[in-house]
């Protein structure tokens, strides 16, 4: 419970720190960012499907196809939504965060202040979409959530914290002692103020 309380946003800020631009044309930037994250994601869920089938012929005496349906799962993988693999949304997800920084770059920028308001703007747009899930109900698909568009919000806003992190230097102020346990401390407080917020699955 203690690791879900900040690990994903904590890795779109380092996604964020670590983020250097490359000048290319959108197709390249799309072609590069599926090969690296949407064919591995697909490979091992298909790999998974596979042993699902396999596991049902071998323990179960009946088909893959009689307990599920295969037009529905290939459906749902390519709409982002994993089968068998679960661990491979993140996949996705990283993919429509990176893709949305890469189509506001040229409006942000290295502007710290414009990183700033996007991230904001980003973060109640994505926890307004979150608690009116029945905007999804007329929508195709998976709605906002095909490739995870909703919480991609949300992840591009920690991805705005993590540049300007980066950019403002305010990491090297922990640098110095009193600053660290400063730092520390307000980290701990935030830490036990909001710990049981986080209902999650346990």
């Known amino acids: 419970k203690f690791i879900y309380a900040f690990h994903m946003p904590l890795f779109f800020i380092l996604s964020g720190f670590v983020y250097k631009h490359k000048e290319q044309p959108l197709s390249s930037f799309i072609y590069q960012k599926v090969l690296t994250r949407i064919v591995p994601a697909l490979f091992f869920n298909y790999f998974a499907i596979g042993i699902y089938f396999v596991d049902h012929i071998i323990r179960s005496n009946n088909g893959f196809a009689e307990r599920y349906s295969v037009p529905a799962i290939l459906i749902n993988i390519l709409t982002g939504y994993p089968f ?29 202040w414009k990183r700033f308001s996007l991230a904001m703007v980003t973060l109640i747009a994505g926890y307004y979409l ?73």
């Open 84 to 112: 068998g693999n679960f661990l491979t949304w993140f996949l996705f997800w990283l993919f429509t965060v990176e893709l949305l920084n890469h189509l506001i770059y040229p409006l942000t920028k290295g502007n710290l």
């Open 130 to 202: 979150g608690l009116n899930q029945s905007i999804n109900a007329n929508l195709p698909l998976q709605g906002l959530h095909t490739w995870y568009f909703n919480e991609a919000l949300v992840g591009l806003s920690f991805y705005q914290f993590g540049f300007i992190l980066k950019q403002s230097n305010i990491v090297d102020w922990f640098e110095r002692p009193l600053y660290r346990y400063v730092g520390l401390g307000l980290t701990l407080i935030a830490t036990v103020a909001s710990f049981n917020l986080n209902h999650g699955p346990f």
